[in-house]
């Protein structure tokens, strides 16, 4: 909401703050025109934050499923990872919530 309060100031130039946040202008105008969506009590939008990272590179040889003599199994519960495109991904755990993921991801489908 801070990147929308921005725009709305005096002599703001929506493409310059977009430069200064490292995003798309496009993306500035899809989060106003979703705020004044938001805004219409037949519907209620949400923005969230989101850390996109480089994806890890991937190894050359998949290791092995079976963990090393006397090693403790740890399971890694619920983890799936979202590739996108850039090389990069997302990943979540089973305690994401799926409403607000959907929305990042419909979001995301749309640049």
Request: hydrophobic fraction near 45%; proline fraction near 8%; glycine fraction near 6%.
């Amino acid at each position: 909401m801070r990147i929308i309060e921005e725009t709305l100031a005096p002599g703001a130039v929506v493409a310059e703050i977009a430069r200064r946040h490292g995003i798309a202008t496009s993306l500035v105008f899809t989060w106003r025109r979703q705020a004044r969506v938001a805004r219409s009590p037949s519907t209620v939008a949400h923005l969230v934050p989101v850390r996109i990272v480089p994806a890890e590179p991937v190894a050359e040889k998949a290791p092995s499923m079976e963990p090393p003599s006397g090693a403790p199994v740890r399971k890694r519960r619920g983890l799936i990872e979202i590739k996108l495109g850039d090389g990069k991904s997302i990943r979540v755990d089973e305690n994401v919530d799926a409403e607000a993921l959907r929305r990042v991801l419909d979001v995301l489908s749309r640049r």
